[in-house]
């Protein structure tokens, strides 16, 4: 039984002849899970600003990217590592001045849950994927928690010879089942802009999006995977920098449908990929149309997020570095003319929930028990571009391998994905490859596994380090571990000001605060 701490929020006791500072917060703990004490008292945020102003002015310098942190080692005022001290990371001045007070919340739906083996512990029988009581249970129990959307990933083929069972569902048809048995949570449904056609897909988008009642997004993504030509008849993928060029002009035309479909219903469009012109049946739904995200994480992702998401599918694991990444795309939104606010960054956030930390341990390890040997080595292949079941379990992974040039067109694997995971494996240069591998347990995204209390603090952290506007949530099994978070994790959420109560828009757009439809249309 999972048991919430009754002291969540309460001012920490003083010692006799020691006021409170931001020190008595930190505590040295286990690497993969915060240490940021949830006891804040009134007044924190204040307190913390004018503690960074003074111990770490110095330590600080401005770029072009934003805060940049100087520091290495131990923090000098506490117990923690610099990289994990919060003094040392937020910027002296919010990026994002009129950023929302609430997190943005959406959760994956990944079949039967994150970990590759929830579906011997949910109903044991993978044909439950086609059955509509399996996904309207899972979406339900994200509304009940108020979550903001749930999202489906999409990638029609299969690229490890050792699938988990995967959704096998069209995106943006479950989208319309899950909005139909819901009343407020969103849902966002990646489409390809490598194999669709512009027009369909806008007007595809838009009647599942007015059917909603305005509760849809569309998930950008140019599909790296060479193995999905083949299914489209197609002898071979294109290149990167193709699939981006293509992508870019994609969503430019869509968007001219959306407002064509607002205006008089006439578009036009000529390009190097599409020349379209036309007109459509369709209006504008009730949030003028569904709202753009973007998962890529490289350059050419960057500034097509800049450009056009209203959200951004991130991929974080150190606090330095999202910190930094989230100040970039501001500031290339800035650039491209966006208005403050956009894009709303949720980096992905793998979950295993436990009353201790020892419960939560054991909960990951039966679940890990049951995923072959071979699944995680295949996943970390992905990242090194190179087959690690050749490698030496109890040595460290070569330098050779991790410093070899990498082609993006040869190695079809996310740009941004590899960096992120390069950086966060260059750090454990020392590690052998099974403790690399144990630590590897996030499969993509940055992992907690700990107590509701750990896991509000660490996202707490984060977000008010200006590291996240939110969360993209990765919940081991669904739909338990999904109503645990929302017993849980949600009221320590909203006790510390950053969850919302209740559902108080109509729409998605406006619920994660991303503005007008004007900045999408317009």
């Not at 928690?145 to 990638?155: H, R, S, W």
């Not at 897909?201 to 509760?215: F, V």
């Amino acid at each position: 039984m999972i048991r919430t701490s009754c002291t969540v929020g309460v001012r920490p006791k003083r010692k006799r002849g020691r006021a409170w500072s931001p020190q008595a917060l930190f505590t040295v703990g286990k690497p993969q899970l915060s240490s940021f004490r949830s006891v804040q008292p009134p007044n924190f945020s204040r307190q913390l600003q004018r503690f960074h102003r003074r111990r770490f002015r110095r330590d600080f310098q401005q770029g072009s990217t934003g805060v940049r942190l100087r520091r290495s080692g131990h923090c000098s005022a506490c117990p923690r590592e610099a990289s994990t001290c919060p003094a040392n990371l937020s910027p002296l001045e919010p990026p994002v001045p009129d950023r929302s007070d609430h997190l943005t919340l959406n959760v994956n739906l990944q079949a039967f849950g994150q970990r590759p083996s929830a579906w011997q512990f949910s109903t044991g029988n993978p044909a439950a994927l086609v059955e509509p009581d399996h996904w309207i249970a899972s979406a339900r129990a994200a509304e009940r928690g108020l979550l903001d959307a749930v999202f489906f990933a999409d990638q029609p083929a299969l690229h490890n010879p050792n699938p988990r069972p995967g959704n096998p569902l069209e995106p943006i048809t479950l989208a319309s089942l899950i909005t139909s048995a819901t009343d407020h949570v969103g849902v966002i449904g990646s489409a390809s802009t490598t194999y669709n056609d512009p027009v369909e897909l806008a007007e595809r988008l838009l009647s599942a999006d007015a059917l909603s009642g305005g509760r849809l997004g569309w998930n950008v993504v140019t599909t790296y995977n060479k193995a999905v030509s083949a299914n489209f008849g197609l002898p071979e993928a294109p290149g990167r920098q193709e699939r981006y060029r293509r992508a870019g002009e994609f969503v430019d035309a869509v968007k001219a449908v959306w407002a064509a479909a607002a205006g008089d219903g006439k578009y036009l469009h000529h390009g190097e990929f599409f020349q379209l012109e036309g007109t459509t049946a369709l209006g504008p739904s009730a949030q003028g149309s569904p709202v753009i995200f973007q998962a890529g994480g490289s350059e050419q992702g960057r500034d097509l997020a800049a450009r056009h998401a209203e959200g951004v599918f991130a991929v974080e694991l150190t606090l330095p570095r999202a910190v930094e990444n989230y100040a970039d795309l501001k500031r290339r939104a800035a650039a491209a003319g966006r208005h403050a606010g956009v894009p709303r960054i949720t980096p992905g956030l793998s979950l295993v929930i436990g009353s201790t930390v020892a419960e939560a341990r054991a909960r990951f390890d039966e679940f890990e028990a049951l995923v072959p040997d071979n699944y995680a080595l295949r996943s970390l292949s992905s990242v090194i571009a190179h087959d690690a079941s050749t490698l030496a379990l109890d040595e460290p992974i070569p330098a050779k391998i991790l410093d070899k040039p990498w082609d993006p067109d040869t190695h079809p694997t996310s740009t941004g994905y590899r960096l992120t995971f390069l950086d966060w494996i260059q750090e454990r240069r020392h590690q052998s490859l099974r403790e690399v591998l144990r630590d590897f347990g996030g499969y993509g995204s940055r992992i907690i596994i700990g107590t509701p209390e750990q896991i509000a603090d660490d996202m707490e952290l984060w977000f008010r380090s200006f590291a996240a506007d939110g969360f993209n949530l990765m919940i081991d099994q669904f739909p338990d571990g999904l109503h645990t978070f929302a017993d849980h994790v949600v009221p320590l959420l909203q006790r510390k000001g950053i969850h919302k109560r209740e559902y108080g828009a109509s729409t998605l757009r406006d619920g994660i605060g991303a503005g007008l439809a004007l900045d999408l249309v317009g």
